[in-house]
């Protein structure tokens, strides 16, 4: 499989502006700007105005008009900030060196930028750090993007070929729609681009499900003369072709990666710090005078992408043979006394902060489960899989929506997947705060299936 870099090129690019900003006021040396206070605010200012702006977001097709708005709209709120900063903590004196660092910053920023763009571009037309891409149907717009592809060696496309119902005896012809899948499959294939005027809806669904399933970029060629939904973002290409992109699930983007890990790990060590460091004692002793054996219960689990981790609990039940095979029951003979009031208070989760601070799970998140009923639940519902593509949770929408705790038919594990799919597919900071919020309250209330 073909290593992927393409990864780190927006947070190199964002450490790069971050270093010019500092050793431009460096190189400049005046003691009023060379202080921790003004780098650090500065600094900070940049990289927040440019998340907020998407100042960053310059992909293969951007043209050369959209950087330069980027740019200006950049400087425009950096440059607000700037002064802002002198109003504030120097009271509006012009300090002397103030616009030969504002200017000097401006014009190093755009020259730095203009630089990547060229780089990149000149590295991507020697054939390296392609995407390689299919067309889905045959029709004029997707000969445009053919064509796009096939002489814009720049934009870093590799087009393996078409599909389409209508034989042709075209080289690039490979196959009827229905080859999609197999073709896709067995080969290495990073974006397809399908022609609105030549599928169905329904093959248009069933190719974006497994677009999904296969983690392939799904592009859509549309039919000028059609509306289209909101959720589908418009892209232009060279000579102004449209294409419409499907709409990325939020974890697609490596931002909310980043904000989600910093708040597990804030939130996290708050916990094992202010709590666990005296209850963990305590509850050692209880523990231990009511049934042998160790404290923490330790089970594998399956985590992102189906890798398992090694799972921590305050252990409730005596030792016991079921343990990494059966669920616990309502009135379970296995649960202690001093388990029981864990279970319903959620404490028995507590250590599992532990394994969040470790990277192997998050605060909010689909429940982790065993491999064995793993493979069981695959064959009963449909995107199972899907939840795979997140870490798993201590906490998650299923479970402060009732569905937590024993499956008793098929019913409860589906419910509990569609809750969970619905997180994947709608997440934001704020929805993790409410179910946070809302565990707290029912950690309190005390909840029916909590045995």
């Keep these: 499989m073909k290593k992927r870099y393409s990864y780190l090129i927006k947070p190199l690019q964002i450490i790069t502006d971050v270093l010019f900003i500092n050793t431009i006021v460096y190189f400049i040396y005046d003691p009023q700007f060379l202080n921790s206070s003004f780098l650090s605010y500065i600094s900070i200012f940049w990289i927040v105005t440019s998340y907020i702006l998407g100042f960053y977001k310059v ?16 400087f425009f709120i950096f440059t607000l900030g700037y002064f802002t900063y002198f109003a504030v903590f120097r009271e509006g004196v012009v ?72 034989t042709n005896k075209n080289k690039e012809y490979l196959g009827k729609l229905e080859n999609v899948f197999k073709y896709a499959s067995e080969n290495k294939v990073d974006e397809m681009y399908c022609s609105l005027t030549s599928l169905s809806k329904d093959q248009i669904v069933g190719i974006n499900k497994f677009a999904i399933n296969k983690k392939i970029v799904l592009k859509l060629i549309p039919n000028s003369n059609d509306l289209y939904s909101k959720k589908q973002k418009t892209e232009y290409y060279d000579d102004g072709l449209l294409v419409l992109n499907v709409d990325k699930l939020p974890f697609e983007f490596a931002e909310n990666f980043y904000i989600k890990r910093i708040f597990d790990i804030a939130f996290s060590l708050s916990i094992c710090v202010f709590l666990l460091s005296w209850l963990a004692p305590i509850l050692w002793i209880l523990v231990k005078l009511e049934s042998k054996g160790p404290l923490l219960f330790k089970q594998k689990r399956e985590g992102i992408n189906g890798k398992e981790f090694v799972c921590y609990k305050f252990r409730s039940m005596r030792i016991n043979m079921l343990a990494d095979k059966v669920h616990a029951t309502k009135n379970d003979f296995r649960v ?19 394994n969040v601070l470790l990277g192997d799970m998050s605060v909010v998140g689909p429940r982790p489960h065993l491999e064995s009923l ?28 009732g569905y937590r705790g024993e499956i008793k038919n098929q019913s409860d594990i589906k419910n509990r997947i569609r809750f969970d799919i619905f997180y994947i597919e709608n997440w934001s900071f704020y929805l993790d705060i409410k179910i946070i919020i809302k565990t707290i309250f029912n950690v309190f209330k005390g909840e029916e299936k909590a045995y």
């Design 59 to 74: 992909y293969r097709y951007t043209s050369i008009f959209k950087i330069i708005s980027l740019l200006c709209k950049q």
């Design 95 to 166: 300090v002397h060196n103030q616009f030969i660092i504002l200017s000097t910053i401006l014009i190093s920023i755009s020259t730095v930028k203009f630089l990547w763009l060229i780089l990149i571009k000149n590295y991507r037309s020697q054939g390296k750090n392609y995407r390689t891409t299919i067309v889905i149907g045959f029709d004029d717009s997707s000969k445009n993007i053919i064509n796009i592809f096939k002489t814009k060696a720049n934009l870093g496309y590799k087009y393996l070929g078409f599909f389409s119902n209508k």
């Design 336 to 354: 202690t006394k001093i388990g029981a009031f864990l279970r319903k208070t959620s404490m028995d989760e507590l250590p599992q902060f532990v």
């Design 374 to 401: 793993s493979l069981e639940y695959q064959k009963e519902v449909d995107d199972y899989l899907k939840r795979h593509i997140v870490k798993p949770g201590i906490t998650g929408l299923a479970q402060v929506s």
